[in-house]
């Protein structure tokens, strides 16, 4: 089981919507410093993801949980997503280079395969996206911010 720990944005009705701050390989990352994969992941659009988890227990905004998902369903994702469009890549690419002869067909056959083949995963990937063993599921749940007070021992309760 992969896991990770998110933060509540909302939860409505069985619903919960995470925020999940990405992590690159190792731990140097969080000292910002190291292999600079921490830069790389800032360059995208988004340092951030947002995803929607069901669970029956409210929660408040700001309070953290575990989620996980299984390892052989992010495998099998990763496969799909990455391996697919490579295989139409090479498909078309050697397909019409067979068939006409030429580095421009080869070239165009790439596209078109690799073009088809995303297409192909993109339908797949919506298809057993829904399944249940690539849905995560939340594994702990902390405590809501300001439910633990720290006293002093010179304070008096109050």
């Known amino acids: 089981m992969m896991k990770e720990w998110a933060t509540v944005v909302s939860w409505q009705q069985g619903v919960a919507l995470l925020r999940c701050e990405p992590k690159a390989g190792c731990s140097g990352c969080t000292t910002r410093s190291g292999c600079g994969a921490r830069a790389l992941n800032e360059l995208g659009p988004e340092s951030e993801h947002h995803l929607q988890v069901q669970i029956e ?18 495998l099998r994702s990763a496969m799909l997503v990455y391996m697919t469009p490579l295989f139409g890549v090479m498909f078309g690419g050697g397909l019409l280079q067979w068939w006409l002869g030429s580095d421009a067909a080869a070239l165009l056959g790439a596209v078109v395969g690799g073009g088809a083949a995303f297409l192909l995963a993109r339908l797949w990937a919506s298809q057993i996206g829904e399944q249940v063993d690539y849905q995560p599921v939340v594994l702990q749940i902390g405590l809501p911010p300001g439910a633990l007070r720290l006293q002093t021992g010179n304070e008096t309760p109050a």
């Open 57 to 74: 227990q409210p929660l408040e905004p700001g309070q953290r949980v575990e989620i996980g998902i299984a390892e052989g369903s992010l």
